[in-house]
Structures are given as C-alpha cells and as structure tokens.
C-alpha cells in the first residue's frame, strides 16, 4: 500500500500565505486533507486579503468550508492576539502552525535605517514569537509548529544584516520551543530555504541570480512547491520523531 500523508480533520494556520512560499505550502496541506487558515497582515490596502481570497474560493470550491482567510498583523501581538481568539472562537483550536510571514529590507550597514532593522526583526523575528506565544494556547496536544528560517542565517548575504540576524533567531527559538513543548508532544521545527523561485526572488538582478546559481550544485533556484513538501513531512506523522530541528532546502548550498 502506498506511503499517504493525510491530514484530513487538522486545522493548519500559515502565516504570509498569500502568494509564493506560504501559497503553496496552504495548498499542500490543503490537498493533505487539511482546513487551512489563509493569514495576511492587513497592511497593504487589501492586496493580500484579495488574493488570499482568490485562494480560498478555489481551494473551497473543491472541499467546501475547507479554507477561509484571517487578517493579523504578526508584529503586532494585539492584533495577533485577536487573530487567535476568532481562530479559538470558530474552530476550538489548530494543529499545525506555519510561520512562513517575512519580509526584506536590504541594505548595508552603514545605510540602513533603525526602521529598515525594526521592521524586519518585527515580522520575521518577533512575528514567530507573537504566533507561537499565542498559537500555543490553542494548539492541540500532538501538534506541529513549523517555522520559516533561510540560507541567509549561514551564508550572511551582502545588505542582510537584519534578515540573516531574524532567521538565525528562529533556528534558535525552534531549538528552545522544542524543548519547552515536549511535555505536550508539540513538535517543533524549522525549514531554511535558499533562494526560492518566487516575486521576491524575481527581483534580484540577473546578473546576481547567475552568481548564485553558480553556488547552487542542483544548478537552479527552489520551488516553492519543494519547500511546501518539506513543511508537509514535518507537519505529519511521518515525522513523529523530528523536533527541534533545521532542515535545509537548498539544492546543496552551503556556506562556505
């Protein structure tokens, strides 16, 4: 009999999900039989929520009341507080939390702003903080956090000083977070992608791109699909015995 993953009765809620990444690791989990939960900041003048809409009436279409859409601010604790009160209110409860929010500021040092620094250590730092301080008051006993590290913690990218400073934070919150969330069989663990074929990724030069490529041995860049199939595994049984672990997605590239 073939090896499934079913996830079918679970409430996943990912972070930043959108678009890229945290799109296609809701539709994986989603086709694994899981409610999913379509998170966006609120931020942008109703960009995301359109477009986490626009995902939840397709994945609806196919299994109705299966996905909706949940506006929070990850760094913000209020609003992400509030977040997992209606999350509580509606369903009880989840099982698999994804923290997949992020974003990028990139400059060098010596030109960064105090704003540039904050923000990107507000949401992706402090926002997996906010989520799992909260998301664990309603996270079920056997459950699974998956939080979103990066490459850049090890390879300390040119202008990353706070991105590679966030995601070497959450390598080692998830360290701590597994320790502390054992005593209720809560595993915890971190995906660390390298460049990823996504908008964001799209915006780096090409001249850039070719450079890294010439790093990557596989010869070419993620999908976002091969990143949702890892959250997938560590996000099921199949996985029962992994916490407190980074796994690397990155087609071989190391630091050197």
């Known amino acids: 009999m073939p090896i499934q993953i079913d996830l079918t009765g679970k409430v996943s809620l990912i972070t930043g999900s959108s678009q890229g990444i945290g799109e296609a690791i809701a539709r994986r989990l989603h086709e694994a039989g899981s409610l999913v939960i379509l998170n966006h900041p609120g931020l942008d003048g109703g960009k995301t929520e359109s477009d986490c809409g626009t995902i939840a009436t397709e994945l609806n279409l196919r299994s109705p009341d299966s996905a909706w859409v949940e506006a929070g601010n990850v760094a913000d604790p209020d609003s992400v507080l509030r977040m997992i009160e209606r999350?509580?209110?509606?369903?009880?409860?989840?099982?698999?939390?994804?923290?997949?929010?992020?974003?990028?500021?990139?400059?060098?040092?010596?030109?960064?702003?105090?704003?540039?620094?904050?923000a990107v250590i507000n949401v992706n730092l402090s926002g997996v903080f906010h989520c799992c301080k909260f998301g664990l008051e309603i996270l079920r006993e056997g459950g699974s956090i998956v939080n979103m590290g990066s490459l850049a913690a090890y390879v300390g990218f040119y202008g990353q000083s706070n991105y590679a400073a966030a995601k070497a934070g959450v390598h080692a919150l998830t360290k701590v977070l597994s320790r502390e969330c054992a005593r209720r069989s809560i595993r915890v663990n971190a995906v660390a992608p390298g460049v990823v074929e996504t908008l964001l990724a799209l915006q780096i030069a090409e001249s850039v791109r070719t450079e890294m490529i010439k790093s990557i041995p596989w010869g070419r860049f993620a999908k976002p699909s091969e990143i949702a199939d890892v959250v997938l595994?560590?996000?099921?049984?199949?996985?029962s015995y992994v916490t407190g672990q980074t796994i690397e997605v990155n087609g071989g590239w190391h630091a050197s």
């Open 87 to 118: 999350v509580s209110t509606r369903l009880g409860g989840i099982d698999i939390l994804v923290n997949n929010a992020g974003i990028l500021r990139d400059r060098s040092i010596a030109k960064m702003s105090l704003d540039e620094w904050n």
């Open 233 to 239: 595994f560590l996000a099921s049984d199949l996985a």
